[in-house]
């Protein structure tokens, strides 16, 4: 059964970096995108990027362009996404999904769209405080 | 503000039936297949229909799903107290190269 594990809670003050992990299991490390999906309160789902296992390739929504970057390390298999200047908006819970299908990439572009998340990590809660 | 609409509520009470419906444009539910999750806060997430209309293993026929054209809908026959919930709907979205979520439908069982 695959499984994503994240790591715990984090407390951090406005303007810091904060770095959630999350290892999958049951599956081939790199045989699955990697997405990460926040949850604000009061909020609702909201995507901001993926990352590809096997090259390192990422590709992010655009409200987190420049400040959130997404890695890999392929010899432990855990990705991790790293949010930087957070405000007290980038309260949250974190969560990493993998897709049900493995994508298949045209000219860049994911052509695999017929797809959902079928595997969710427990969530990691990020608190910003000053 | 969320790619795709929906209505922030809806309710019902036990038996009845609620459709919670789902509007996006050309390149995200025009062109592709719609995905709805079930979210219990502080639970996680948990897929409730994919490809437009089809349940996962597991999942009552109560609920059901249909797609047109830019809009999809969602419906719930023979409304539960466990149904209470948030519900989001998903598409993949051409111009974002990834996946658009509804801003959430709270579903309250009167």
């Known amino acids: 059964q695959d499984q994503l594990a994240q790591s715990g809670a984090e407390v951090k003050r406005p303007g810091a970096s904060v770095r959630v992990s999350c290892k999958p299991s049951g599956y081939t490390f790199t045989d699955y995108y990697i997405h990460w999906v926040r949850q604000a309160p009061g909020q609702g789902l909201e995507w901001m990027g993926w990352i590809n296992p096997k090259s390192g390739g990422t590709n992010f929504a655009h409200n987190f362009q420049g400040r959130v970057t997404m890695t890999r390390d392929t010899s432990i298999g855990t990705v991790y996404m790293e949010l930087s200047s957070l405000r007290s908006d980038d309260t949250a819970v974190y969560y990493c999904a993998k897709p049900s299908k493995q994508y298949t990439m045209l000219r860049g572009v994911i052509v695999t769209t017929d797809n959902w998340f079928d595997t969710w990590g427990q969530g990691t809660l990020v608190t910003v405080s000053s | 503000q969320s790619v795709l609409t929906q209505p922030p509520s809806a309710s019902a009470t036990p038996g009845q039936r609620v459709t919670i419906s789902c509007s996006g444009s050309?390149?995200?539910?025009?062109?592709?297949?719609v995905n709805w999750y079930v979210h219990v806060p502080g639970t996680t997430p948990k897929l409730l229909i994919f490809s437009n209309n089809k349940r996962p293993a597991g999942v009552s026929d109560r609920f059901s799903a249909s797609k047109s054209a830019t809009s999809a809908s969602l419906a719930i026959s023979g409304l539960q107290s466990e149904d209470e919930a948030d519900y989001y709907c998903s598409a993949w979205d051409g111009n974002v190269n990834g996946p658009v979520f509804g801003g959430g439908t709270k579903l309250t069982v009167l």
């Open positions: 050309d390149s995200n539910i025009g062109m592709n297949t």
